[in-house]
């Protein structure tokens, strides 16, 4: 026992004389006291090991957690630094937001602050204090991002006639891997089983879902919008543009860029008109 301990024992000795039944009272009550008293060098301190960046997304709940080990009869605060507000006191909710709500199992040194419902303006730092003198508290960086869609390359696709139309669509920050991905071609989806053949897709899931489209040997009347829409995000679209492999005809169909194989035949026309041209 330290010697500030030693002394509050004896005053209360002093003050609080007591035999018998009555002195097990009494002591019980006293050591409660020294329980609550923190001893000086051993007050509450943050384990530095919880996560202080923390990714949430639009619409699903985040979890702030905090662990505070030795706390004794303090209390823990979450403030949100953008408007300096108050948030939560020890299981207490201090905010008319309903989305907010504080969470503490007892006995435990885990102190949760949950959002229910994040939305994009709940980004920024948070902290979790201690109602020491003065206060002490740890940041915690909070970012909330919504689901993306993405058709990979120019919104405007030229394709050579009889080439082969590949289309990939990365879908990022969903709650989960989209349980489906479906291709529509001028807003009819694409059946896999048709006719004309030569169409697959080729799915991986994951942190990042990507949707790889294949059309073989493509044809005029596969020009149009394509449109990938994951189940559990937004969709996206680009319009493809199949050409016969000339470059006039691609000047005909507006600001796109030329696929590789246009620019191909464009500078080998250039270098033939370079070697004719000397001989005239």
Known sequence: MSLV?????????????????????????????????????????????????????????????????????RTVSWVRHRDIHLLTVGRYTYTSDQRFEAIHTPHTDEWTLRIRYAQKKDTGLYECQISTTPPVGIPVYLTIVEPITEILGSPELYINMGSTINLTCIVQYAPEPPPAITWSHNSQVINFDSPRG?????????FTTTSRLLIQKA??????????????????????HILNGEYPAAMHHGHGTLSRTSHATLLLSLALVLLVLPGT
């Open 219 to 240: 044809v005029q009347r596969d020009s149009g919008l394509y449109t990938c829409a994951p189940s559990n995000a937004n969709s996206a679209t680009v319009r493809v």
């Open 198 to 206: 030569g169409i697959s897709l080729v799915t991986e899931k994951g």
């Open 5 to 73: 301990s030693t002394a509050l024992a004896f005053v209360v000795l002093l003050h609080f004389p007591f035999t018998g039944a009555e002195e097990s009272v009494s002591a019980k009550k006293f050591r409660d006291f020294l329980l609550e008293f923190p001893t000086p060098g051993t007050g509450p301190y943050f384990d530095t090991s919880v996560d202080s960046n923390i990714t949430g997304l639009v619409g699903k709940p985040v979890l702030l957690h905090c662990r505070v080990k030795n706390l004794g009869n």
